[in-house]
């Protein structure tokens, strides 16, 4: 496996180029250090976007993101779209494709939290899980998901039954 940037090839040497330099966006979302590390992004600050972050496999380097914007959508738009380039490939997206499918789309929890209201502020920026405003909000979308997942599943249940008489 040939990698562009084999120095950053670890999740935590992408994770760290964040915290190293001044970050722009709010670590809420998905643009969340730890969602674009995942995405194989790394933090390089450039003067053609304070907010430049590159593939350590590809090389793909994208700038401008928007708080919107889901950085494995954005990273495979970029590798197969329409408008891509054929020649670039990402062995690190391929892997994911073959390993985790799902991480490269939206999640139902991922819907669920930007459908409801969004992820909360950090009260913490740089330790998110030991946000209280976190803990509690996810603690509720768990306890809706379930009380969700519980209904379909005793109504499922229900309709199997033969009736008795």
């Not at 914007?69 to 062995?91: A, R, Y």
């Not at 930007?114 to 306890?143: I, Q």
């Amino acid at each position: 496996m040939q990698f562009q940037f084999p120095e950053m090839a670890t999740q935590k040497a992408r994770l760290e180029s964040f915290s190293k330099k001044e970050w722009p966006h709010k670590k809420i979302s998905m643009l969340h250090p730890l969602k674009l590390a995942e995405a194989g992004f790394f933090f390089d600050q450039a003067p053609d976007g304070n907010d430049r972050c590159v593939c350590f496999s590809c090389g793909l380097s994208l700038v401008n993101w928007n708080t919107d914007d889901n950085p494995f959508q954005d990273h495979l738009k970029h590798i197969e779209g329409p408008e891509s380039n054929p020649d670039l490939k990402c062995v690190y997206i391929e892997l994911l494709k073959k390993h985790n499918p799902k991480i490269l789309g939206l999640d139902p929890y991922q819907k669920l939290s930007m459908a409801m209201d969004g992820l909360p502020e950090l009260e913490n920026p740089e330790n998110p899980e030991d946000s209280l405003k976190v803990k509690e909000n996810f603690n509720r979308r768990r306890d809706f998901l379930k009380t969700i997942l519980t209904s379909t599943l005793f109504k499922q249940e229900y309709r199997r039954k033969p009736n008795r008489k």
